[in-house]
């Protein structure tokens, strides 16, 4: 049964790049971050390495960043990576802790004295909570949570009341942008408390087709009926896009042809190319890879839509002076290098 | 005028938003106006929060006239600054503000109680709370299917469970 699970939802993979699932915590008695004094930050930090380190628990070993301790790029970095939140490098006494593969990380004084997230590959929502809920747990040895009987864990933001949680999926939508379906979609799900929103970018224009579907509501509904709520309705939307795209191939199939093997052709030899511009050509490769239209790997132009923002291409380069470096030209080398075969 | 996100409800939120330097106006019903934030990530989040709570202080029989003088006690945070800044500042300002926050709370997530998971120490009570309200559930259902053995054994249970919370508190 679980095998079957996950293999199913290992199948999604050409449309669902990530799950995430995140949890909001706070230390009863304690300010919320904005109004803690910094002793007690540095203590909410230590507290938490020491649940996360103690040698009885088997976990695999996590990684300790203070935003004192790191430079503006990294912090960028981290944010791209979606391990941390802008606002969490804006206060002093944060710090997070990432497992060493980069699928979990637990943020402290952010908005929130805790904020334990996790993100896995493709269709994967159910493992994700369970990741998220174990550490939970684990934190809870050392840690009195604030709790309130009618509203639930208590949170900086009333949005994020009761559950704490925040679950979504990172889809890869390129057919129902292309068809201008994506506004009535928004429009749609937000009647069921169902966000979608574009990633990376302002607004409703989404780069590189990407979008994040996430539940609005937390109070008032059971941490598995969020996470079945997403699913179901992520599916839908996944038949949509596949129908959609198999659609445009039988119809027009030169039509598409074109616009993949022309934004092959711009990736594989351009000397210079912005985000923006990447994004938008890397979607359209990736639509090609999984209609096997071209032959590429699913999972490194997963990798290239993350590795390319500004943020983390230049945390690859260990340079002081990162002001000399020509970002665009430094990206479209990597993008040539990493889509050209060699041999 | 009709809410500019279902096209169905009337629009009671209007709300003023400066993108990229052009002023647009959105019009929205309360439903889609609670959901709006999370919708669009370039939406400002205080001003939402702010929006809300004046539509509860003008509609809802609430009186905020004496909102002033609430300060909450552990943290000293007042009223107006948590409607400026739509974040408390510590677990008990929702105590403290409990009377002028319920309504907005419930506008947003269209519910009020939390039925999710439950804090793992000093959560028992709840939990037997929890339990007792499902064996209410049962005794209604087996009244009415009068199944009165099964109803008077439902009834010693929640007599147990309610002296057990008794205890709890006390002790
Ligand atoms: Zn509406
Ligand atoms: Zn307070």
Known sequence: ?343 | MLCQNCNERAASIHITKIMSGEKREIHLCDQCSALHEMFNSSFNFQGFIANLLDLEENTHAVDYSHSMEYHCPQCGMDYDTFKKHGKFGCEKCYETFSLLINPMIQRMHGKEQHIGKIVKYGGENIRLKRELTSLHGNLSLAIEKEEYEKAALLRDQIKILKEQIKDNIKS
């Open chain 1, 1 to 343: 049964m679980g095998c079957n699970m996950s293999k199913n939802e290992y199948k999604e993979k050409d449309i669902v790049i990530s799950s995430r699932v995140r949890l909001a915590r706070n230390i009863r008695n304690l300010p919320f971050p904005i109004y803690l004094q910094s002793d007690s930050a540095k203590d909410i930090v230590e507290v938490v390495e020491k649940s996360i380190n103690d040698k009885n628990n088997n976990l695999t070993p996590f990684n300790k960043i203070k935003v004192e301790d790191i430079t503006a790029n990294n912090k960028k970095m981290l944010v791209e990576k979606h391990l941390t939140s802008p606002e969490w490098g804006r206060n002093d006494h944060a710090a997070v802790f990432i497992r060493e593969d980069e699928r979990v990380s637990i943020m402290v004084n952010e908005e929130d004295h805790i904020r334990i997230q996790c993100i896995l590959d493709g269709f994967q929502l159910n493992y994700a909570y369970d990741i998220a809920n174990e550490i939970d747990d684990l934190l809870e040895e050392e840690i009195r949570y604030a709790f309130d009987e009618k509203y639930g864990y208590l949170t900086a933001c009333p949005s994020n009341v009761g559950t704490g949680m925040r679950a979504s999926v990172m889809l890869h939508l390129p057919s129902l942008t292309l068809s201008n379906q994506m506004n009535n979609l928004m429009q749609t799900l937000a009647r069921f408390g169902i966000t979608i929103r574009g990633i990376y970018g302002e607004g409703t224009q989404a780069m590189g087709d990407l979008y994040q579907i996430s539940n609005q509501t937390t109070l008032g509904i059971k941490e598995q009926d969020i996470i079945s709520n997403i699913h179901s309705v992520a599916k839908e939307i996944i038949k949509r896009e596949r129908d959609l795209r198999y659609e445009v191939l039988n119809n027009n199939k030169t039509y598409l042809e074109d616009k993949i093997f022309r934004a092959l052709g711009t990736l594989t030899n351009a000397r210079t190319i912005s985000v923006e511009e990447s994004m938008k050509l890397i979607s359209l490769v990736r639509l090609g890879t999984d209609l096997e239209l071209i032959d590429q790997d699913i999972k490194k132009i997963n990798d290239l839509m993350i590795t390319i923002q500004p943020g983390i291409l230049l945390s690859l380069y260990d340079t002081a002076d990162l002001q000399s470096f020509d970002v665009d030209k430094l990206r479209a080398n990597f993008i040539r290098k990493s889509l050209i075969k060699n041999t």
